[in-house]
């Protein structure tokens, strides 16, 4: 199903645009709804104020997902930038970057498109409780491991391999930031993040062996290895690549997934 | 867009954004906005901030508690005045304006002030 509208270059069309997504998606959950309304806001504050042209925006639903469109005749191509806290501009596609499930540009014969995609998440079927604060994400944190070790227990995720689509609709906290070093690898990431507690605290399942693969086997989701064009490919713990890579846009990004937490790497 | 070429482009109602300014009985300048903010009126309020006599050591407290939408434009804002005033709270943010701003690494610029959120 594909639902579309063409905007104008102006300022209020950004609003126009909001109010677009916000109807189209009114049987989703709240948390969907938002996060597709601020992404929409800013590619078309993009395509309004950069490219300055007319946009067309489209919302696409598929069987598990949303994919928002968001097209125009501008020759140039929006950047995704770090500012530094006290920078004022720049966090338009960053934030896009940490609200969507995946996200692309993809440039056209007179001009370009900007994409997202978000899990379709309808209103009445939450599957767990919404978090209302990040200060308690640290509490919750064990205790939605025990709900994902529940749900998916280590055993089946070592023989079939981690439930993606379960872990990801599971998922609610919020995105996690974690630096690294310059160049890294997939296995130093891991070992890291390990080390820090930060997404990997403890083994689910205090018996097995505390190897990094039976970790990974236990508690990591999902990992998506995301290239430079949006596009992105699910790995597993089986088949972790092994070269070097660089901070930055320039390279690959990693994201962590899992049903208590997420992460973004590299923010260097 | 071109099997869309025939429709005319829609022409959108500019977004709604109320904006109080008060000071409150400690001497802090409290900024209430309700409605939306994005792009389209940031400018506004920018320059209903700029016009704040600056005064040493006052805090200044965006009372979100109304405020519909916000985004990067309106985050702007807030930095801008960060870099001015003593302190700057954020009073009753939405959760995905939290959610952004934890994103964007920038709670460290803002005092977060939360009301409980009734569930």
């Known amino acids: ?268 | 867009m071109a099997e869309l070429e025939a429709e005319p482009p829609l022409k959108a109602e500019p977004p709604m954004l109320r904006i109080d300014m008060r000071l409150d009985p400690t001497g802090a300048q409290v900024v209430t906005l309700a409605g939306e903010l994005d792009s389209s009126n940031a400018a506004t309020l920018q320059e209903r901030v700029a016009s704040i006599p600056p005064r040493l050591a006052a805090p200044l407290i965006f009372d979100l508690t109304g405020l519909r939408f916000m985004d990067s434009a309106g985050i702007a804002v807030l930095i801008g005045a960060a870099a001015k005033a003593s302190s700057v709270s954020l009073r009753n943010p939405s959760p995905i304006i939290r959610r952004v701003l934890e994103a964007t690494g920038l709670t460290g610029v803002f005092l977060i002030e939360s009301r409980a959120i009734e569930s």
């Open chain 1, 1 to 268: 199903m594909r639902q579309a509208r063409r905007f104008h270059c102006q300022a209020e069309s950004v609003a126009g645009a909001r109010h677009f997504v916000r109807d189209v998606l009114s049987d989703q959950s709240r948390e969907t709804v938002e996060a597709a309304e601020l992404m929409v806001s800013e590619l078309a504050t993009n395509s309004v104020r950069h490219a300055r042209s007319d946009f067309e925006l489209a919302i696409h639903r598929t069987r598990d997902e949303i994919r928002v469109e968001v097209s125009d005749h501008g020759e140039g191509q929006p950047v995704l930038r770090s500012p530094t806290p006290q920078e004022q501009s720049g966090r338009g596609l960053r934030i896009v970057q940490e609200l969507a499930e995946d996200w692309g540009i993809t440039p056209s014969p007179n001009g370009k498109l900007v994409w997202f995609s978000l899990p379709l998440r309808p209103s009445s079927a939450r599957t767990a409780p919404a978090r209302t604060s990040s200060a308690s994400a640290q509490a919750s944190e064990s205790e939605s491991r025990s709900s994902a070790s529940r749900d998916h227990p280590p055993e089946q995720s070592h023989q079939a391999g981690p439930d993606f689509r379960a872990a990801r609709s599971a998922y609610i906290g919020p995105i996690r930031r974690y630096r690294t070093s310059c160049p890294f690898t997939a296995q130093s990431l891991i070992a890291k993040l390990w080390r820090s507690g930060g997404l990997l605290k403890r083994p689910v399942d205090d018996a097995l062996p505390v190897g990094l693969t039976a970790t990974l086997g236990a508690r990591l989701d999902c990992l998506t290895r995301r290239e430079r064009a949006g596009n992105s490919k699910w790995l597993s713990q089986d088949n972790l690549p092994t070269e070097t890579w660089h901070c930055g846009w320039a390279g690959p990004v990693l994201r962590f997934e899992t049903a208590c937490a997420r992460a973004v790497i590299p923010s260097c």
